[in-house]
Every structure is written in C-alpha cells, then in structure tokens.
C-alpha cells in the first residue's frame, strides 16, 4: 500500500513520527519491528482505508 501511495519508507515513517528507519525495520524480514494497533489506525488515516484492509479475511 506505501508503494501504490507513491510513499517511501522514510515518507512513511516521519508521518508517524516514527524514527526514520522505523519503516525499513518492519519491512525487513530479519527484523523483529512490526506494527501494532495505534500504527495500524495512523496508516489507515494516512492512507484514508479502514485498519480492517490490514488483516486477513481468514485466521493464518
């Protein structure tokens, strides 16, 4: 979703002001930084969806 909004990671983290490389730490596999709830609802106004876009249909 950051990348169809045309949005970098660092775009993404300073608006929600988050450090600079929090973004790049998330999507990163070998890192342990994920997203939690109050980032979820910031990412969802950000990007004007709900925070259900974020989860699964159907439990993993």
């Known amino acids: 979703m950051r990348k169809e909004h045309g949005l970098t990671q660092l775009e993404l983290s300073q608006k929600l002001e988050m450090s ?7 999507e990163a596999p070998s890192k342990r930084a994920k997203y939690n709830i109050n980032h979820l609802n910031k990412i969802a106004e950000i990007f004007n969806c ?3 876009d974020f989860w699964p249909d159907k439990p993993l």
């Open 20 to 26: 600079d490389s929090f973004i790049s730490h998330v």
């Open 50 to 52: 709900s925070p259900k």
